[in-house]
Nanobody, 123 residues
């Protein structure tokens, strides 16, 4: 059973930065593709950034150039560096893991999820 625990959320002003972390069970980051998703109140969950088993990355258009996804396989930790934050980035952010090589943008394909960490950006 894979366990994922997010941390690093908080409240910041527009233009600020946050770094989210997702601590995973042993070997998860090297054996699974992983991703960050977010869900704002009243909206559907959406993909933010995804990373393949071998480290290839992809980003939603809304965060390109501002967010960076990365992972440390030795520490089994996934990261999301978020810069130039905007009020529309406010959401609960979730870490997810998929058994496939590259999970893609469909949240339903991911096998494991964390509990989420709240990010609030004020204008």
């Amino acid at each position: 059973q894979v366990q994922l625990v997010e941390s690093g959320g908080g409240s910041v002003q527009a233009g600020g930065s946050l770094r989210l972390s997702c601590a995973a069970s042993q070997y998860t980051s090297s054996r699974y593709s992983m991703g960050w998703f977010r869900q704002a109140p009243g909206k559907e969950r959406e993909g933010v950034a995804i990373i393949s088993r071998d480290g290839g990355t992809s980003y939603a258009d809304s965060v390109k150039g501002r967010f960076t996804i990365s992972k440390d396989n030795a520490k089994n930790t996934l990261f999301l560096q978020m810069n130039s934050l905007k009020p529309e980035d406010t959401a609960m952010y979730y870490c997810a893991a998929d058994r496939g090589f590259f999970g893609g943008w469909d949240a339903d394909k991911y096998d494991y999820w964390g509990q989420g960490t709240q990010v609030t950006v004020s204008s």
